[in-house]
């Protein structure tokens, strides 16, 4: 069998000097391949909304990841994906894995499709595709949303945690970096161990899973040795949640001398003093703390308390340590008042982070905040913004980001903001409403 692994495309098309490479479905591709004839089709970094027809004509199965680790397409990609369903669905096997369609199955398989793997994919994917056009196996395997003859089958919702040490490194050879940002990407780990209500991670992942730090650096080694990459991020939800397996990937690389510049995830929570100088030692240069509020009553609510004196201690000797340091903040989570937003303003003026991004909340599927607003499970498949840019304190917003540009940030407003500038100087600061570049500004 031939099958196509597809990255839909997003509404509008990411803009490719933000895009990092779709690396949870790579890494599907890759374990496919080792089974399968594997095809892999970025629609989103090709700029294309429909399958090439030479590609189309020769595959068996499509499958097709969205909303999975990296939350990336937006609610009308979903909905143009349904689309493409449609249009596809009839000739050809669709099997779906992700976020969005293990809570919305029904709609993906009323547009067409054969069959949505729900939660994690691991142990189920490939007896799957062996069985595809076998429905009395298929209905053996847990969690799984199947059409047979225009009705929709459920088989045993059965929680299964998966092996993600098992899952192989991921084929770069499948892609063509030059359709991506710059700064190369990986991710080694999957799940955290917080409970943020509005990160659907630890609902839908569950425990911390990670892969062997021999093949974290084997990967990373590839990058630089084969790829020429000088720049990597680390797209993990936290990549320091273990210490003890942070340590050793530093002393890997370390011992392996990659000269290599570095960045990741991690959480004002898992901050450790020596860990964060060491890290700082092999390369690491970057690091994103997720603070989202200054309130420490909004922290509660969100799932996420957090002292902010000791917010402003973590940050303090970060950036002492030499880190380039991005945090961001949600400015409108359910019952944040003008008082609230006035906390956080003041916290990132105390702060004053290197980059700042701002967000609107987004209700993605799954999760807590989700649920608690009954409205939202209706207005958007992967996430709706709440409709904050009508805030009453909107203003304030507005006179915060010039009182920010007098502290020397530049201000990115749309996403045509990013596109004016291409270089910057080793210390300049950012503050942005919209998705920002990786790899800004990292020097020795």
């Given at each position: ?9 997003n ?14 479905v ?89 069959i ?33 003859n225009?009705r ?28 991506y ?27 911390f ?7 974290v ?12 990459k000088?720049?990597?991020?680390f ?26 510049l ?14 964060f ?19 420490e ?11 902010i ?14 880190f ?10 359910p ?43 209706v ?51 950012f ?14």
């Open positions: 069998m031939n099958v196509l692994v597809i990255n839909p495309p509404i509008p098309f990411t803009n490719s000097s933000l895009l990092a490479p779709p690396l949870d790579l890494e599907v591709a890759t374990l496919i391949k080792k089974h399968f004839k594997t095809t892999f089709l970025d629609m989103d970094a090709l700029n294309v909304k429909e399958i090439p027809n030479n590609i189309y004509q020769n595959i068996d199965i499509a499958v097709v990841l969205i909303d999975y680790q990296i939350p990336l397409h937006t609610t009308e990609a979903a909905e143009y994906l349904l689309e493409l369903i449609k249009k596809y669905g009839a000739e050809k096997k669709f099997v779906l894995i992700g976020k969005t369609p293990t809570y919305f199955p029904e709609r993906f398989i009323n547009a067409g499709a054969s949505i793997i729900c939660g994690i994919y691991d142990e189920i994917l490939i007896p799957v595709l062996e069985n595809i056009f076998n429905i009395k196996t298929l209905k053996q395997i847990p969690n799984l949303v199947i059409c047979e225009n929709i089958f459920k088989t045993e919702r059965k929680f299964t945690q998966g092996n993600y040490k098992s899952l192989p490194i991921p084929d770069y050879s499948m892609i063509d970096f030059h359709n940002m710059d700064t190369a990407s990986m991710i080694t780990s999957r799940g955290c161990d917080g409970k943020c209500k509005y990160c659907s991670t630890p609902y839908f992942f569950h425990q899973q990670s892969r062997s730090v021999k093949d650096v084997d990967e990373l080694e590839i990058l630089v040795t084969q790829y020429h000088k720049k990597v991020i797209l993990d939800d936290n990549m320091t949640i273990s210490k003890e397996r942070m340590r050793d990937i530093c002393i890997e690389i370390k011992k392996r001398k990659l000269s290599i570095l960045g990741c995830l991690s959480s004002i929570a898992h901050y450790d003093k020596e860990l100088k060491l890290m700082y030692e092999v390369g690491f240069r970057w690091i994103h703390f997720g603070i989202e509020s200054g309130s009553e909004i922290l509660k609510k969100m799932g996420k308390p957090m002292s004196t000791y917010i402003r201690q973590v940050i303090k000797e970060v950036k002492e340590i030499g380039r340091v991005r945090t961001s903040f949600i400015l409108d989570y019952g944040c008042t003008l008082e609230d937003f006035n906390q956080t303003k003041n916290l990132i003026l105390d702060l004053l982070p290197h980059e700042i991004r701002l967000h609107y909340l987004a209700y993605r599927p799954g999760t807590p905040v989700t649920y608690e607003n009954p409205k939202e499970q207005s958007g498949y992967i996430h709706s913004t709440s409709g904050s840019k009508n805030l009453y304190y909107q203003k304030e917003i507005l006179l915060f980001l010039h009182q920010l540009e007098k502290q020397n940030y530049l201000v990115f407003i749309e996403d045509q903001d990013w596109r004016i500038y291409n270089d910057f100087n080793q210390n300049q600061k503050v942005s409403m919209v998705p920002m570049k990786y790899g800004m500004c990292w020097y020795e």
